[in-house]
C-alpha cells in the first residue's frame, strides 16, 4: 500500500517564485532610510539627533544621576531637613558619604548635618540612600552636565553643593514632590491636631482641678 504523505503530493513540476528584478530588496532597504532621513529634518518623533550643546534633550522624568538635600524656606542651610541620622551614610554601597552631626556646645544633638559630603566620582547612582531615607531629605538629581578637571576636590560636592529647594524638586520631579508635601502635610496636621488635642486636655485638668479645690475651700 502507498504511503498516505506520498499520495497527496501533486504532480507535475515544483512551483518556482516569482520572477523579480534583482536589487529591487536593496532598492526598497534605500528607500526605506532615505525617508527616515528626510523626515528626520521636519518630523519630531525622528528627531533622534540633538544640537547638543546648543540644544538638550528631554531627560526622561526617572533618570537619576546623583543625589541632593532638599530644603524647606529660602535659607538653604537652616532649611535643611536632613537630620543627620546617617541611615544613608551607613547603607550607601560604596560608601561616598560623609556625615558629622552639629552639637551645641554641651554636645547635645543639633539634628543637623555639620559636614555632609558626597564623593560624586564614587557613587553609583543607586538611589538607595533616597529610597532609605526617612526624613524626605535626599533625592536624585537629574544633572548631567559635571565635568571637571579638578578629579577630586571637585567632585567632592559639600551640603552646600547639594542644596536644593523644594521648588527644584517639584519641577525635576513633579508626582514624587506632589506625593512628599502632600504626606509631610498630612503628618504636620495630624501633629497639630495631637497638640491641640493635648492643650485642650490640659487646660480641662486645670479647669476641674480649680474646681474642686473651689469646692473644697467652701464653707459648708
Ligand atoms: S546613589 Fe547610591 S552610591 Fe550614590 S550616594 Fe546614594 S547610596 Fe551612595
Ligand atoms: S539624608 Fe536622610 S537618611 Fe541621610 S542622614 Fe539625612 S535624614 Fe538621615
Known amino acids: 500500500m502507498e504511503h498516505p504523505a506520498t499520495t497527496s503530493r501533486p504532480s507535475g513540476p515544483p512551483p518556482t517564485a516569482p520572477w523579480t528584478l534583482p536589487g529591487i530588496g536593496l532598492l526598497k532597504g534605500l528607500a526605506v532610510t532615505a525617508t527616515n532621513m528626510i523626515q528626520s529634518y521636519y518630523r519630531k518623533d525622528r528627531m533622534t539627533t540633538v544640537q547638543y550643546p546648543e ?11 546623583f543625589p541632593f538635600l532638599v530644603y524647606d524656606g529660602s535659607d538653604a542651610m537652616a532649611g535643611l531637613r536632613c537630620t543627620a541620622c546617617s541611615i544613608c551614610e551607613n547603607e550607601c554601597p560604596p560608601q561616598c ?3 558629622v552631626l552639629d552639637r551645641d556646645e554641651n554636645g547635645k544633638s ?4 555639620k559636614v555632609f559630603d ?10 538607595i540612600c ?5 526624613f524626605d531629605s535626599i533625592y536624585m538629581d ?10 577630586f576636590g571637585g567632585l567632592l ?10 521648588d527644584y524638586h517639584a519641577q525635576l520631579r513633579p508626582l514624587q514632590a506632589a506625593e512628599v508635601a502632600a504626606r509631610r502635610k ?19 485638668d486645670k479647669e476641674a482641678k480649680e474646681k474642686a479645690a473651689k469646692e473644697q475651700a467652701a464653707p459648708e
Open 55 to 65: 540644544e538638550r534633550a528631554t531627560i526622561s522624568p526617572n533618570f537619576r544621576n
Open 97 to 99: 558619604i560623609y556625615i
Open 110 to 113: 543639633l539634628k543637623r548635618p
Open 118 to 127: 558626597i564623593d560624586v566620582s564614587v557613587c553609583m547612582n543607586c538611589g
Open 130 to 134: 533616597a529610597e532609605v531615607c526617612p
Open 142 to 151: 537629574g544633572e548631567y552636565e559635571l565635568s571637571t578637571s579638578d578629579r
Open 157 to 166: 560636592f559639600n551640603k552646600q553643593r547639594l542644596a536644593r529647594s523644594t
Open 186 to 204: 498630612a503628618d504636620e496636621d495630624k501633629k497639630l491636631a495631637a497638640q491641640a488635642a493635648k492643650e485642650a486636655k490640659a487646660k480641662a
